[in-house]
Structures are given as structure tokens and as C-alpha cells.
């Protein structure tokens, strides 16, 4: 069991100081996870304490690669809707 924090992560060290278990370390590009400390709060939260304050949508997936804090998870708005709003806006 592991989360992932992928390339989109700007470092802003939101989700470092709220894991439980110590496993999300500071590098370069971007944070990481040590897997063999990850439990993905298990036992300790509801959701994985990372991805409910990770301000990039998308940025921390799951074991399976599927993202923990999803596009539209902080907006609310669904992705689509948020694709035809920014197509509106660009055409005028």
C-alpha cells in the first residue's frame, strides 16, 4: 500500500507535516513517498491526510494510479464543465 506524488507537485510542503507515518520526503523535481512507510492512513484517518490538503488536483495517485484528490475534487466544478468554461473564455 502506497500513495504517489507525481510531477505536477509544486512543493509546497502542504501534505509533509500532516503524514501520520513520516513516509512524504522533500526532492527534486518534487516530494515523494518512501512506499515502505506509506500505510495510506490506514486505521488512523477516513481519507489519506495528503491528498485532502494537496492544492494540485490530480497530483497524488493511489496504489493503482488513480488519482487520490481528482480534477473537480477542490473546484467542485466536473472537468468537462470546467473545459467548456475555459473554451468560452478563450473565444472572446
Known amino acids: ?15 509533509e507535516p500532516l503524514c501520520p507515518s513520516g513516509a512524504i520526503h ?9 512506499r515502505n512507510r506509506c500505510n495510506e ?3 488512523e484517518h477516513v481519507e489519506a491526510q495528503c491528498a485532502s490538503i494537496c492544492p494540485i488536483e490530480g497530483a497524488i495517485l493511489d496504489r ?18 470546467m473545459r467548456a468554461a475555459m473554451a468560452e473564455i478563450r473565444s472572446r
Open 1 to 15: 500500500m502506497a500513495y504517489q506524488i507525481i510531477d505536477s507537485c509544486v512543493n509546497c510542503w502542504a501534505c
Open 26 to 34: 522533500s526532492a527534486q523535481p518534487h516530494f515523494f513517498i518512501d
Open 41 to 43: 492512513c490506514d486505521g
Open 64 to 81: 493503482w494510479g488513480v488519482p487520490a484528490n481528482p480534477p473537480g475534487s477542490l473546484t467542485g466544478i466536473p472537468p468537462a464543465r
